[in-house]
């Protein structure tokens, strides 16, 4: 069973199938794309809420160095790009991580590919389409038509919202409450999540919060990649004019209202403040490799996918960096933890129509996100159906449109629904980690490959550089680093020492007792300050004290450890994806040396696991949780219906 489970397709295979339509199917793929079709499908896919909503949070988080996590970050994706190239080239065939791993790993591996890659496209899209609704009722919110007697169209808020971030809010605003801090001092973020589970219709205690908008824009943009490849084709082409010409056109205005005082300091968090954005900036660059699940519908795929993939890279690497300069050097990096930062930046020097412009803007971006990734799941699935794994329905291509109709309907539901109630957070960092996931496969996959004589190359090939010697030093010279440079911080690492609770954790973790006597610590440690009368916001003071001063009250404060500090296991379990990581390391070093292996797709290997490593414990349990649900159906079905096992 061992064997069977990691059978191959052979190259030869997969492309005498694609000639002969798969054997069971009467309609092929259309072929329209060319090389700037394809860059513009990168562009819409990348471009979208990254530019418009992430990057506010990295850059409040790293200050204007946030660009180097930009570069960082491009160059990791054109290492796993090359891979991607690559084997775009020797398999020019829908399908994309999933149908190289077919041919690199086997067919196990090739299904969990398949699973994770759902994480990137559906639960991606999810994502968008949330953010997409955020930008849609502030732009209805926003509109002003005197004439009609029209102050800005709001809808209720408990139809504006996911279900989770709805509940979460109001118990965290009951916590803060409880904490002193009154309904009128919450964040925006909380008090409007509140606002929606209180005024939300209610049956048997249930509450009916749901995020219409973003169901809304889900089923028109399935009707239009529903419809063809051509009409999707045009329709991405011309929402990705409008963004680049509205981005140009925020960074030919910003330009003149930047004060390079806002660059000073640079990198005011140090390393550990720009790394910590490496969730929100990698996910501003998912969806150039959606361009591979396109081959089919290439004119000329070895040519032109490699073409696409990079440009579409280069060119959103160049936008990104400037974006971020523009927004570091108009406001202070402080204010920039928003949804909306564009909009916000131009509204803080009173440039109202700007911020109006990049509203709608940001409508058509998004959607442009939207429409390439659900072209591509339902590509993903359609190559799955073929070869057995999934019900043959999915490879179903319709007669008119020349679409995957049957995949498309269903990725249409699979998207919608979790949007109505799925959280935000939890949906962009699993969409992360699945794609990484797909990344550091492809980038395997390729050095695996890389010295099978049997294997048919395309057009296209990474170019070789020995690896044996550089990744070895390379290593050495980081390990002396860090115990040079950084070594308290190292130090910190293997000893897993105690590290203090940040306040907002620290103050709703206690009871009403230890409340009272948090309070009580507070109005003597910060004497004299002259406090208010009444109950004391202990968030709001814990939080206005800088870092020194506020170790030194956690420090004397009488509360327990337990509620003052994360140690132990507690604190342990969030470094065991950065050791698995060290543990990868040591052993792709040996096999740098052993099997000299090819320098750049090591390289993709290497920074996207490490990415995969900077999104927390918590993902990769819930990445897990995700595999083992794919392991099951595949054992259920796939396994028994594959079609290498019926030849064999």
């Known amino acids: 069973m061992f064997k069977t489970l990691f059978r191959k397709k052979s190259i030869d295979k997969i492309l005498l199938d694609a000639q002969k339509g798969y054997g069971e199917h009467d309609h092929s793929l259309k072929k329209t794309l060319g090389v700037r079709d394809l860059t513009a ?33 491009a160059i990791a994706c054109s290492f796993a790009a090359f891979a991607y190239a690559e084997f775009a080239s020797m398999v020019p065939v829908s399908g994309s991580a999933y149908t190289y791993s077919y041919v690199a790993f086997g067919e196990l ?15 991606g899209n999810i994502t968008v389409a949330i953010s997409w609704s955020d930008y849609f009722t502030g732009l209805l919110s926003s509109i002003n038509i005197p004439a009609f007697n029209i102050n800005g169209i709001h809808l209720p808020d408990w139809m504006t919202m996911d279900y989770l971030t709805a509940y979460n809010g109001h118990l965290h605003a009951e916590a803060l409450q409880k904490a002193g801090t009154s309904l009128n001092n919450l964040d925006d973020a909380t008090a409007l999540a509140n606002n929606a589970w209180i005024t939300a219709p209610t049956l048997g205690g249930f509450h009916f919060v749901a995020d219409l908008p973003a169901l809304g824009i889900i089923i028109f943009i399935t009707w239009l990649v529903y419809r063809g490849m051509k009409e999707s084709r045009n329709a991405s082409n011309a929402m990705v004019v409008v963004k680049l010409a509205v981005i140009l056109l925020v960074i030919s205005v910003g330009i003149f209202y930047v004060d390079t005082a806002n660059w000073n300091p640079f990198a005011p968090n140090g390393v550990s403040g720009i790394l910590k954005g490496v969730s929100a900036v990698f996910f501003a660059y998912i969806g150039f490799d959606a361009i ?18 990079m440009w579409a890279i280069i060119i959103c690497t160049v936008l990104y960096v400037a974006i971020a300069l ?10 920039l933890a928003v949804g909306d930062p564009l909009a916000y930046v131009f509204d803080k020097i009173d440039l109202k129509l700007m911020s109006g412009i990049i509203a709608v803007s940001a409508i058509f971006a998004m959607a442009s996100v939207l429409l390439v990734f659900q072209l591509g799941q339902p590509r993903i699935w359609m190559s799955m159906s073929r070869d057995g794994l999934l019900p043959k329905a999915f490879s179903r291509i319709h007669p008119l449109h020349k679409t995957p109709s049957f995949a498309t309907i269903v990725v249409g539901f699979v998207v919608a629904v979790p949007s109505l109630f799925m959280n935000l957070t939890i949906v962009t960092d699993l969409c992360s980690i699945g794609t990484l996931f797909a990344f550091v496969l492809v980038c395997a996959g390729v050095l695996v490959l890389q010295n099978r004589p049997d ?11 020995n690896s044996r010697y550089i990744i070895p030093v390379a290593m050495v010279v980081l390990a002396v680093l860090a115990f040079t440079r950084y070594k308290p911080e190292t130090l910190s690492f293997l000893t897993n020492e105690a590290k203090v609770n940040e306040p907002v954790t620290f103050v709703t973790s206690l009871d009403s007792v230890e409340l009272a006597t948090v309070r009580r610590e507070i109005s003597t440690f910060v004497a004299p300050v002259i406090l208010p009368k009444g109950n004391i916001d202990a968030v709001a003071y814990l939080t206005d004290l800088k870092a020194d001063r506020y170790a030194a009250f956690i420090n004397q404060s009488k509360i327990s450890q337990e509620k003052k500090y994360e140690a132990g296991w507690a604190l342990f379990k969030h470094k065991i994806p950065m050791w698995i990581f060290l543990v990868i390391c040591v052993v792709i070093a040996v096999l740098c ?21 900077e999104l927390g414990i918590s993902n990769w349990i819930g990445f897990g949780i995700w595999l ?21």
């Open 593 to 613: 040396v052993t099997h000299k292996l090819s320098l750049i797709p090591v390289l993709g290997l290497i920074s996207c696991l490490y990415m995969m490593c």
């Open 41 to 73: 499908f990168g562009i819409a896919a990348i471009i979208g809420a990254g530019i418009f909503s992430t990057i506010g949070k990295a850059s409040a988080d790293g200050g204007p160095a946030v660009i180097f996590l930009f570069i960082f970050t």
């Open 326 to 335: 523009v927004l570091t050097g108009i406001v202070n990096y402080k204010g």
């Open 455 to 465: 294997v048919k190359r395309g057009r296209f090939r990474i170019p070789y550089v």
């Open 109 to 123: 591996v090739a299904w969990i590919i398949g699973w994770s890659l759902i994480m990137e496209y559906a639960v």
């Open 628 to 648: 083992v649900i794919g392991l099951v159906i595949y054992f259920m079905y796939g396994y028994r219906h594959s079609k290498l096992r019926e030849a064999a």
């Open 292 to 309: 591979s699940t396109t081959a089919e519908e290439c004119r000329d795929p070895q040519r032109d996918l490699p073409r696409g993939m």
